[in-house]
Nanobody, 123 residues
Framework: QVQLVESGGGLVQAGGSLRLSCAAS????????MAWFRQAPGKEREFVGR????????YYADSLKGRFTISRDNAKNTVYLQMNSLKPEDTAVYYC????????????????WGQGTQVTVSS
């Protein structure tokens, strides 16, 4: 049973930084792709970025390039989302997701999800 547990969310002022963590368990993640999505109130779940577990290849939503960085620690089975220069519009619930098949960077293409962690950016 795949389990993804996010942590690290909270309240931060605009311009600040946060690092989210996603602890993964229940399966070998070597050939997986791990992604971060976010969902603001009243909006659809939005792709943030993804990383391949084996090679560490990353890909980001164009609007977030340069501010957000995804990394992973294979020994800890953990994926991170470093968020810098945060803006009030970054306020959302952030989700970690995993898959083992190739597909588009859409929520429906990821089979496994964490419970989410709230990030609130105050102006």
């Amino acid at each position: 049973q795949v389990q993804l547990v996010e942590s690290g969310g909270g309240l931060v002022q605009a311009g600040g930084s946060l690092r989210l963590s996603c602890a993964a368990s229940g399966r070998t993640f070597t050939k997986s792709t791990m992604a971060w999505f976010r969902q603001a109130p009243g909006k659809e779940r939005e792709f943030v970025g993804r990383i391949t577990w084996s090679g560490g290849s990353t890909y980001y939503a164009d609007s977030l390039k340069g501010r957000f960085t995804i990394s992973r620690d294979n020994a800890k089975n953990t994926v991170y989302l470093q968020m810098n220069s945060l803006k009030p519009e970054d306020t959302a619930v952030y989700y970690c997701a995993a898959r083992w098949v190739f597909g588009p960077q859409t929520a429906s293409a990821y089979a496994y999800w964490g419970q989410g962690t709230q990030v609130t950016v105050s102006s």
